[in-house]
């Protein structure tokens, strides 16, 4: 069983910054570190949408609306992995609730990781990042 544990969220003005991470704990590092980990975002009245992920093979994926403004990192020591969202020019329709979220390794259509809410196995209570104009 994989806990995730999110922080840095926080509430900046148009065009600012935020780096958010993600911490695990359960299995060991070297385990998953082969995971899928990824962030999702859920706004008010929307559906949870995946933002950036990143598989077994360092394979980035970025939603369209976030290229270029957002980077994925991951980082390990003997304890946790570590999963970085960096977040630069933030809009405020990034305005969300953000969670990490992981999942075993699994193939989808030749990818290492799924970009549906379905099949995450595991996820962190979340991180609130609001944006204002």
């Known amino acids: 069983q994989v806990q995730l544990k999110e922080s840095g969220g926080g509430s900046v003005q148009a065009g600012g910054s935020l780096r958010l991470s993600c911490s695990t704990s359960g299995p060991s590092v070297v385990t998953v570190d082969n995971y899928c980990m990824a962030w999702f975002r859920q706004a008010p009245g929307k559906e949870r949408e995946a933002v950036a992920s990143l598989d077994r093979l360092g394979t980035t994926i970025y939603t369209d609306s976030v290229k270029g403004r957002f980077t994925l990192s991951k980082d390990t020591d003997s304890h946790s992995l570590y999963l970085y969202l960096q977040m630069d020019s933030l809009k405020p329709e990034d305005t969300a609730t953000y969670y990490c979220?992981?999942?075993?390794?699994?193939?989808?259509?030749?990818?290492?990781?799924?970009?549906?809410?379905?099949?995450?196995?595991?996820w962190g209570q979340g991180t609130q990042v609001t944006v204002s104009s």
């Open positions: 979220a992981a999942h075993p390794p699994r193939l989808y259509g030749g990818s290492w990781c799924s970009r549906r809410n379905d099949d995450f196995n595991y």
